[in-house]
């Protein structure tokens, strides 16, 4: 059962159009919910109804990017089913701890990482230009990060995306746009799972949710199509952009407020 929580006009303007910014942003580069979580903490909204809520909204962004994508053959859908498992197992056992682990000590392992991912990114001039071989064994990486970035998405959520495409990029050999595509494979799957539970628990509010829902479903199609249609350079530029706008915010959140 959806709970109640009145809204006013403008919050449900602002909500879409966060939605909107988030889903064009996360179908390039991943980290839409660096903006859409702020968006509906800032209406408001108890801790639980954000996450709930902000899985039912995100499920309509990455699936619309996954229909879009695997249309122009930038993924194998048929071959993660390993990988798309064990994220799916990870989400659950995510979700699932939520309640009982703290999201500061995420906050503070994440910004360690996102600030090496960054570096690394920016040194790596050939980041994401072309294919290369697996450094790790298919099974290996399929269960590794399956399991470990399914939990981080089913518990917190907010880079995952980011993580998803550096991962198939330096050890799974994807060039970016392909690990943009199986990015979002991936990020729906823990999406989807996280939802189901959020539902089960009365944590999803439905109407905010569909109405964002509608916004990253347009935004991630927009989004999705510059991808398809501008060269490498341009993904990875957006790339940095949107990991050193997540740094900043996290650092500003978890060490100055």
Same mark, same amino acid.
């Given at each position: 059962?959806?709970?109640?929580?009145?809204?006013?006009?403008?919050?449900?303007?602002?909500?879409? #159009?966060?939605?909107?910014?988030? %889903?064009?942003?996360?179908?390039?580069?991943?980290? !839409?919910?660096?903006?859409?979580?702020?968006?509906?903490?800032? +209406?408001? *909204?108890?801790?639980?109804?954000?996450?709930?809520?902000?899985?039912?909204?995100?499920?309509?962004?990455?699936?619309?990017?996954?229909?879009?994508?695997?249309?122009?053959?930038?993924?194998?859908?048929?071959?993660?089913?390993?990988?798309?498992?064990?994220?799916?197992? %990870?989400?659950?056992?995510?979700?699932?701890?939520?309640?009982?682990?703290?999201?500061?000590? #995420?906050?503070?392992?994440?910004?360690?990482?996102?600030?090496?991912?960054?570096?690394?990114?920016? #040194?790596?001039?050939?980041? !994401?230009?072309?294919?290369?071989?697996?450094?790790?064994?298919?099974?290996?990486?399929?269960? #590794?990060? %399956?399991?470990?970035?399914?939990?981080?998405?089913?518990?917190?959520?907010?880079?995952?995306?980011? $993580?998803?495409?550096?991962?198939?990029?330096?050890? @799974? %050999?994807?060039?970016?746009?392909? @690990?943009?595509?199986?990015?979002?494979?991936?990020?729906?799957?823990?999406?989807?799972? @996280?939802? +189901?539970?959020?539902?089960?628990?009365?944590?999803?509010?439905?109407?905010?949710?569909?109405?964002?829902? +509608?916004?990253?479903? *347009?935004?991630?199609?927009?989004?999705?199509?510059? +991808? *398809?249609?501008?060269?490498?350079? $341009?993904?990875?530029?957006?790339?940095? !952009?949107?990991?050193?706008?997540?740094?900043?915010?996290?650092?500003?959140?978890?060490?100055?407020?």
């Amino acid at each position: 059962m959806s709970p109640m929580h009145t809204l006013e006009f403008q919050h449900y303007a602002a909500l879409f #159009l966060a939605a909107l910014v988030a %889903g064009f942003v996360d179908a390039i580069a991943g980290g !839409g919910g660096i903006i859409t979580l702020p968006a509906l903490m800032a +209406v408001g *909204l108890p801790p639980h109804l954000v996450l709930g809520t902000n899985k039912l909204q995100a499920c309509f962004g990455s699936a619309m990017a996954t229909w879009r994508y695997a249309g122009r053959g930038l993924m194998e859908i048929r071959k993660m089913g390993l990988l798309i498992a064990c994220t799916a197992l %990870g989400a659950a056992a995510g979700t699932l701890t939520i309640q009982h682990l703290s999201q500061e000590v #995420l906050r503070h392992i994440m910004v360690v990482l996102l600030l090496v991912l960054f570096i690394y990114t920016c #040194l790596a001039r050939d980041f !994401g230009g072309v294919h290369k071989p697996h450094r790790i064994p298919h099974h290996v990486f399929a269960v #590794l990060f %399956g399991l470990l970035l399914g939990f981080y998405d089913g518990f917190f959520g907010p880079g995952t995306g980011t $993580f998803w495409t550096v991962a198939f990029v330096v050890l @799974a %050999g994807l060039d970016l746009r392909r @690990a943009t595509g199986h990015t979002k494979v991936v990020n729906f799957t823990s999406n989807l799972v @996280a939802l +189901v539970f959020f539902l089960a628990a009365g944590q999803v509010l439905l109407l905010v949710g569909l109405l964002m829902g +509608v916004g990253q479903a *347009l935004g991630a199609f927009l989004g999705a199509h510059l +991808v *398809l249609h501008r060269g490498i350079r $341009f993904i990875r530029v957006f790339f940095l !952009g949107v990991v050193a706008l997540t740094l900043a915010r996290l650092l500003y959140t978890t060490y100055l407020r």
